[in-house]
């Protein structure tokens, strides 16, 4: 697991303690571009912004005696590392990378600033992740146990679907995760680097799996397990091969060409 502490943006957390009175009129929206200048727009416009590829607004602090995980994620698809806070984010992250609708990802891209009730003062929210599908629709994802909501955070959730709405996002607040879809996954993960793609072995693989078998009973026909398995798992995350994932993953699994598992 490695580690970071990055540079506090500054800049855009003394944006989110400015006055209530820019945000009256809706919500608004604080980021940093690519060259990491603060930015500051209205949430209509905040709709352009290729969120997947914003660096982090906050920090993902490490410190003795912490009860939350921070630490970073090597994405395949992105090629690039992405920072977490906890087991749940992390997990997540490794399902965004898994999924092939997903072309890109990022961690607290953006503060959503919107006035309170009162209208005296900001609220803000930093959303745990923005991902971005293949269609161009952009995903608005917050982690948080459900013992863990409490108030003040159901209303932020709730402010930011609110948000998400008026602009054409989705949001989706995730609670947990299937813990034998995430066991399953978390396993294909380890293979998720191209190093572990071999053409050859890859073609040979495709071959053994024209008619769905068990996993091992396919390697053999492929050669050595010892060379072969790698492969096989890195097919199987690109989804090259498939299988049932909502049950373990071992020797006898059925494996098929993508479209032949039911």
Avoid at 29 to 46: F, Q, S, T
Avoid at 154 to 159: D, M, R, T
Avoid at 188 to 200: D, Q
Avoid at 216 to 231: F, I, K, Q, Y
Wanted: glycine letters at 10%; a neutral charge; one cysteine or more.
């Amino acid at each position: 697991m490695l580690f970071c502490k990055e540079p506090r943006p500054v800049a855009v957390l003394r944006v989110v303690e400015s006055g209530a009175a820019a945000v009256r009129d809706g919500f608004q929206v604080g980021y940093l571009d690519g060259g990491g200048v603060e930015r500051r727009v209205p949430l209509i416009e905040a709709g352009q912004v290729a969120f997947e590829d914003a660096p982090p607004v906050r920090s993902f602090p490490s410190y003795r005696g912490q009860r939350n995980y921070p630490g970073l994620w090597w994405s395949a698809t992105m090629a690039r590392h992405v920072g977490f806070e906890s087991w749940l984010e992390r997990d997540t992250a490794m399902l965004l990378d898994f999924d092939p609708g997903v072309v890109g990802f990022a961690s607290q891209p953006f503060w959503l600033l919107w006035s309170g009730p009162d209208g005296s003062r900001v609220r803000s929210h930093a959303p745990d992740w923005f991902a971005r599908l293949e269609d161009g629709l952009g995903v608005v994802i917050d982690c948080r146990p459900a013992e863990r909501v409490r108030a003040r955070a159901a209303a932020a959730f709730a402010a930011t679907a609110r948000a998400c709405a008026e602009v054409g996002w989705q949001y989706r607040l995730v609670h947990d995760h299937d813990p034998v879809w995430v066991g399953n996954v978390r396993w294909l993960a380890g293979y998720r680097h191209p190093r572990h793609h071999h053409p050859g072995v890859a073609q040979a693989l495709v071959e053994a799996f024209a008619r769905p078998r068990g996993l091992l009973a396919g390697v053999r026909l492929a050669g050595d397990p010892l060379t072969v398995l790698p492969v096989c798992y890195h097919l199987l995350w690109k989804g090259v091969l498939v299988v049932d994932l909502a049950v373990p993953l071992g020797d006898e699994t059925v494996v098929g060409l993508a479209g032949t598992i039911r």
